[in-house]
């Protein structure tokens, strides 16, 4: 009995050892990050000027530009208004002393489609996200008098 008394005697600070090796082991605790995003679908509106630049007696052709840049692929429609004269068949420039350039802005390099306001005239359909779309313009009159002519014309883009 003596050596069983003996063996267990030192077997025991081994089995206390792996005891508390046991009741010491870590544990995990688990849970879910969400990761998420909004996007919204924004657009703005970059232009170049329609500079006809020194008009005489005869019609003068140009072009500027339009830049759309959305957010996101996304079809849009871009519309002209009639500028200062309010009317996209009106189109006119003016030096500020009443005297007036008629012109117009069309879609087409032919100058046969008139950039209309989305009620009349034609507009003009991109994708995005960003698109650099040619407005094309010709003077219709010789100027009345000499100075700088020039209008305003709103660029709206429905998306």
Known sequence: MKNTTKIIAAISPILLLIGAGTASAQQDATGTLVVEA??????????????????????????????????????????????????????????GLGNTIDYQLYTEANNTTVWGDGTSGSTVDGTGPSETLTVYGATLSGPEAAGTYTDSVTVTVTY
């Open 38 to 95: 909004t996007v919204s679908n924004v657009c703005s509106v970059a232009t170049t000027p329609v500079t006809f630049g020194e008009v005489g007696l005869t019609d003068v052709s140009t072009n500027g530009s339009i830049t759309v840049t959305c957010t996101i692929f996304s079809p849009f429609e871009v519309a002209l208004d009639g500028g200062n004269a309010g009317d996209i068949n009106g189109r006119q420039m003016d030096n």
